[in-house]
T-cell receptor, first 113, second 112 residues
Framework: DVKVTQSSRYLVKRTGEKVFLECVQD?????MFWYRQDPGLGLRLIYF???????EKGDIPEGYSVSREKKERFSLILESASTNQTSMYLC????????????FGPGTRLTVL | SQKIEQNSEALNIQEGKTATLTCNYT??????LQWYRQDPGRGPVFLLL?????KEKRKERLKVTFDTTLKQSLFHITASQPADSATYLC???????????FGTGTRLKVLA
């Protein structure tokens, strides 16, 4: 059974803290994505990666960075967390064929106080 | 700018009826369109994909249509059941990009 896992389901951090969200997939997928999901705004792409050490900005990359040192792992970093980054964060992966479905992780609900 | 619209209001229907959800888009020429189901507090799960040159796709009780002239996709669940209650998202993908554009989703509630 294919799987995308995320390091935490719930996370509470303080303003200014550096936050790491980790995502691991066991399907040997080339492409990995980070989204945030907010009510009324849907899923918005933060960053995606099409290969190890390769990354591309999505629609809302400001305040975030990513790291992909191994094929199965894609990390999202909030350099200095702010309250407007309180959100549900979803990781996804796909095979290189872009028609393929995205496999999503369970999500991390991050609250920044 | 590219825009996807799904009914923001919840859709309530009686068990056994057909649910029809709409996905409209503007300023975009997608190569394909996908539908996902999302349960509260969980990640979306893929249901169906339809390509631009396909008019209709079926999978068990699900049917998707894709009209590139109207810039619209309809998602049907026939013989709906309370277990079908969830939020349904549409997503568009284009040629030459790995990016997907998601709609905000429509919440469906099937009443027993």
């Amino acid at each position: 059974d294919v799987k995308v896992t995320q390091s935490s389901r719930y996370l509470v951090k303080r303003t200014g803290e550096k936050v790491f969200l980790e995502c691991v997939q066991d399907m040997d997928h080339e492409n990995m994505f980070w989204y945030r999901q907010d009510p009324g705004l849907g899923l918005r792409l933060i960053y995606f990666s099409y290969d190890v050490k390769m990354k591309e900005k999505g629609d809302i990359p400001e305040g975030y960075s990513v790291s992909r040192e191994k094929k199965e792992r894609f990390s999202l970093i909030l350099e200095s967390a702010s309250t407007n980054q309180t959100s549900m964060y979803l990781c996804a992966s796909t095979e290189v064929n872009r028609y393929n479905e995205q496999f999503f992780g369970p999500g991390t609900r991050l609250t920044v106080l | 700018s590219q825009k996807i619209e799904q009914n923001s209001e919840a859709l309530n229907i009686q068990e056994g009826k057909t649910a029809t959800l709409t996905c409209n888009y503007t300023n975009y020429s997608p190569a394909y369109l996908q539908w996902y189901r999302q349960d509260p507090g969980r990640g979306p799960v893929f249901l169906l994909l339809i390509r631009e040159n396909e008019k209709e796709k079926r999978k068990e009780r699900l049917k998707v249509t894709f009209d590139t002239t109207l810039k619209q996709s309809l998602f049907h669940i026939t013989a709906s059941q309370p277990a079908d209650s969830a939020t349904y998202l549409c997503a568009l993908g284009g040629e030459g990009t790995y990016k997907y554009i998601f709609g905000t989703g429509t919440r469906l509630k099937v009443l027993a």
